[in-house]
């Protein structure tokens, strides 16, 4: 029997914590010369990813998300992750090619030819 279920015993599998585990993590493993940025690998789902956490300052802005860090007190260099602040560009659409915007129009290219094309040339010299 167990005191926390109020004398009715548990069932295999279940848990009587209330802390939700979250499926972001973050393991420290390295510092700056400097002491003020860390360098981290972070586990999202099924990705990993390498990166650099630093603490906020005024007046400096933001490179990524804004992320408050708890570390696991059994080991505290692993923490759990709860994003505070999304990144800008997070939900920006992606395009659908690879470079700038096409911003020439037909008359844009009709003056173009017009104004650079090749002018031609006199058969005689003077």
């Not at 981290?40 to 990166?51: F, K, P």
């Not at 906020?56 to 490179?63: A, T």
């Not at 999304?86 to 844009?108: E, I, R």
Request: proline share 9%.
């Amino acid at each position: 029997m167990d005191e926390a279920s109020g004398g009715k015993p548990r069932k295999p599998g279940k848990t009587t914590s209330k802390k939700k585990t979250s499926e972001d993590k973050l393991l420290i493993h390295g510092v700056s010369e400097d002491g003020e940025k860390l360098s981290v690998l972070r586990a999202r789902g099924d990705r990993v990813e390498a990166g650099i956490v630093s603490k906020v300052k005024d007046g400096e802005p933001l490179h990524g998300e804004l992320v408050k860090l708890t570390p696991h007190a059994d080991f505290p260099l692993l923490c759990d992750v709860d994003v505070e602040l999304a990144a800008p560009n997070a939900g920006a659409p992606k395009l659908s090619h690879g470079g700038p915007a096409q911003v020439a129009t037909p008359s844009y290219r009709a003056n173009w030819d017009a104004i650079f094309q090749k002018k031609p040339r006199p058969s005689q010299l003077n």
